[in-house]
């Protein structure tokens, strides 16, 4: 398992660490804050140092959406400040990134929430593209952070986390396919994984993903 190379302490003076769950303006705590914060320390404490400070000068572009488990609705406020993404010559989005956690990765693989946040976070260190309209180019931003996410060491989680994607898009073909019996179509399985692995891989295009 990757080393640490710097505190919780500097992640949290940094901006990176996101608010607890429990309010107000106490120390980082992962051990009580739950699984999904346990992860974002670890991924955070250890990642290398150039992707770290293209993640720190973003602290104030993206906002961490990680619901509590026991949340049934919630009125979440998003500022207006955030990133434009120039999709064609004269069509350009600005948005907010969120970086959602599913509260169903507290009851997940530690290899898989592990692999979970250090992708989301490589999405935005790369500043892809999170409306993605080309499925092509979807597929490759997904390999882009895959591989990033292996570079700093996570490789045997990644490895997990597309092999879990991979039985659960199986799983909802075959659920698919109960509906559509006689049909010759066929869900095609992702090359690379960024749906949600704990939540029956559901596609999805990320928004803050």
Not at 35 to 55: C, G, N, V
Not at 60 to 69: G, T
Request: proline share 7%; glycine share 4%; charged share 25%.
């Amino acid at each position: 398992m990757c080393r640490p190379k710097r505190t919780l302490h500097d992640v949290s003076v940094d901006n990176l660490y996101p608010p607890s769950p429990f309010g107000g303006l106490s120390d980082p705590d992962p051990e009580r804050e739950g699984t999904r914060y346990q992860a974002i320390a670890h991924i955070l404490t250890t990642m290398p140092d150039e992707s770290y400070e293209k993640l720190k000068g973003m602290s104030s572009a993206f906002i961490w959406y990680i619901p509590d488990r026991d949340l049934f609705g919630q009125i979440y406020p998003v500022p207006t400040a955030g990133m434009t993404v120039q999709h064609s010559e004269h069509l350009s989005f600005e948005y907010t990134p969120i970086l959602y956690l599913s509260p169903l990765l507290e009851k997940t693989a530690w290899d898989i929430v592990l692999a979970s946040v250090g992708h989301e976070l490589a999405h935005l260190i790369l500043a892809h593209k999170l409306l993605a309209f080309d499925e092509e180019e979807e597929r490759k931003q997904e390999e882009e952070a895959d591989n990033l996410v292996c570079r700093w060491g996570y490789e045997k989680q990644i490895k997990k986390h597309r092999a879990t994607a991979r039985m659960l898009w199986t799983k909802q073909q075959r659920k698919m396919e109960a509906f559509q019996e006689g049909s010759s179509e066929r869900l095609t399985p992702p090359r690379f994984t960024c749906q949600q692995v704990s939540s029956d891989v559901v596609r999805r295009r990320h928004i803050g993903h």
